[in-house]
Nanobody, 125 residues
Framework: VQLAESGGGVVQPGDYLKLVCRAP????????MHWFRQAPGKDREFVAC????????YYANSVKGRFTIARDNAKDAVYLEMYNLKPEDTAVYYC???????????????????WGKGTQVSVSS
């Protein structure tokens, strides 16, 4: 499964961005989809994930209430809407797919089966 992110950019604090991850593959609907991010000098961290059917989502505490993950299996796409962006949200954002189902926000990056190449999000005044 090849994953391709888009939608990153340079924004100001309080702004909105929508990231898109496309994975044109007939098996897309069988994977749990995730967003991770990695800031300079820091480890890659979990941001959000969504179950195969799209009915269950989990978020990192740092983004809960500000970010929304969604998926459209008919379009082989997963989205991350980011509201009220903060400078600490600056990072490369990665889309990932796991065959294993993870409940909760303690999701190991090592459990992902596929990764995208990432898209840069920079939040600065």
């Amino acid at each position: 499964v090849q994953l391709a992110e888009s939608g990153g950019g340079v924004v100001q604090p309080g702004d909105y961005l929508k990231l898109v991850c496309r994975a044109p593959d007939r098996t897309f609907g069988s994977y749990q989809m995730h967003w991770f991010r990695q800031a300079p000098g820091k480890d890659r961290e979990f941001v959000a994930c969504i179950k195969w059917s799209g009915g269950i989502t989990y978020y990192a505490n740092s983004v809960k209430g500000r970010f929304t993950i969604a998926r459209d299996n008919a379009k082989d796409a997963v989205y991350l809407e980011m509201y009220n962006l903060k400078p600490e949200d600056t990072a490369v954002y990665y889309c990932a797919a796991s065959a294993t189902y993870y409940s909760g926000s303690d999701v190991p990056s090592g459990g992902m089966a596929y990764w995208g190449k990432g898209t840069q999000v920079s939040v600065s005044s």
